[in-house]
């Protein structure tokens, strides 16, 4: 399992924006169909992700008994991995990928 250094929660967010984006955008793009409101589902399907991994994050730092906690053996990997895992991980949707499933 790869995990990341707190530093690293932001780019592994904007990765999974732009997984959730082409896989969302894929077929309208090929198709030249109406991109408009896919792109408001697409922001609606990631914020919520987001602002939870944010707020824990946000709250890590404040709480001076949570780093104290976070000397657990372990603990501090085991959190770092969740929040560069996320609330929502994307997956990449392909062609071939889907008729395989």
Known sequence: MLCLPPEGVGINLAIQDAVAAANMLASALREGSET??????????????VRVIQTIQARIHKASQMRAFLHFPGLQR?????????VRPEHIHTPAKSAMH
């Open 36 to 49: 408009g409101p896919l792109l408001a589902a697409i922001q609606q399907r990631r914020e919520f992700p």
């Open 78 to 86: 085991t959190l770092g991995c969740w929040l560069g895992l996320g």
